[in-house]
């Protein structure tokens, strides 16, 4: 199978993963509800929603979420151009290709759901209501470029509090992993580390290498 079939392969099935996920938790959850996965604690499907970047961080207002879908749709165009152009080039590292796959299919998976699920779906009530509605016949709950990202993965893995004698926080409830997350958001993360690996790779004297 050639390198291009390769990494369109690859794109489509995280894509389709990430999609796959995110219609289910809409479609299956209300807002806020969680269940663990295994039994335990620590590893949750917690259902939200955002307006912004990955792991529920975002910009506020009207403006910044304009300014986010636009960004979005820029930086995908720019990211698939270089992508070509380096499968084209037959010195292009495998890793570094794979790595701009991964951070291209992540960008592509919340671009969806920024662009689109406003106008697919209904809004989502608070937990303990109805789940949201696919294609509902008052239409969306959002205009064009102003749906909402689907999170769902939440991994508190520990619980404890800052030591009294630190400033500001001492004495305060500590919580690690706190950012709620999705597919998306996995393989834009996976993508970056591998490329940073190479550049860290690339960069280290010959005499290391």
């Not at 037959?90 to 671009?111: D, T």
Request: with cysteine.
């Amino acid at each position: 199978m050639n390198l291009r079939r390769t990494t369109g392969l690859l794109i489509l099935f995280v894509v389709l993963l990430d999609q796959a996920v995110k219609f289910y938790v809409k479609l299956n959850f209300s807002y806020g509800e969680e269940v663990s996965i295994f039994g335990s604690d620590h590893f949750l499907l917690h259902f939200v929603e955002n307006d912004g970047m990955a792991f529920g961080f975002s910009l506020g207002g009207w403006y910044g979420k304009l300014f986010l879908s636009v960004f979005r749709l820029v930086a995908v165009v720019l990211i698939g151009v270089y992508l070509r152009e380096l499968i084209r080039d037959v010195n292009s590292r495998r890793g570094v290709i794979i790595g701009f796959a991964l951070v291209l299919s992540g960008a592509i998976g919340n671009i969806i759901d920024s662009a689109l699920y406003g106008l697919l779906f209904s809004a989502s009530p608070s937990f303990g209501g109805q789940t949201a509605t696919f294609l509902p016949e008052g239409g969306g709950y959002a205009p064009l470029f102003f749906g909402r990202v689907v999170d769902m993965f939440y991994f508190p893995v520990w619980y404890g509090e800052y030591p009294a004698w630190l400033p500001f926080v001492g004495g305060e409830d500590f919580l690690f992993f706190r950012p709620v997350f999705n597919v998306a958001d996995v393989a834009i993360s996976l993508g970056v580390c591998l490329l940073l690996g190479w550049m860290l790779r690339f960069l280290r004297p010959v005499s290391e290498q």
